[in-house]
C-alpha cells in the first residue's frame, strides 16, 4: 500500500488531478478500495487493489509527464 500511495503522490506531484487524468482518479478509487478491504481484514483484496492503484498511478505519472502532443491540422 506504501508503494501506491507514494506512486499517487508522484502522480499528483507531476500535475496529474482527477479532473484531467482518468487513470489518477481509478488510482485514487483503487486505494480506496484496498484501504477498505485492509480495514475489512480482506488482506489478498486489499493487496491486489494496492496493485491495481500503483499500476494506475504510474500510468497518471507517465501521462503527466508527457502528454501528447496535439497533432498537426492540416491547411
Avoid: C, F, W
Avoid at 7 to 27: K, R
Avoid at 38 to 52: G, K, M, S, T, W
Amino acid at each position: 500500500m506504501s508503494d501506491a500511495r507514494q506512486a499517487i503522490v508522484a502522480a499528483q506531484t507531476a500535475g496529474a488531478t482527477n479532473a484531467t487524468s482518468p487513470e489518477y482518479a481509478a488510482a485514487q478509487a483503487a486505494i480506496a478500495r484496498a484501504e477498505a478491504h485492509l480495514q475489512a481484514q480482506e488482506y489478498v483484496r486489499a493487496r491486489y487493489a494496492a496493485v491495481q492503484a500503483k499500476r494506475h498511478a504510474a500510468a497518471a505519472l507517465a501521462d503527466a509527464q508527457h502528454p501528447e502532443t496535439p497533432a498537426a491540422v492540416p491547411h
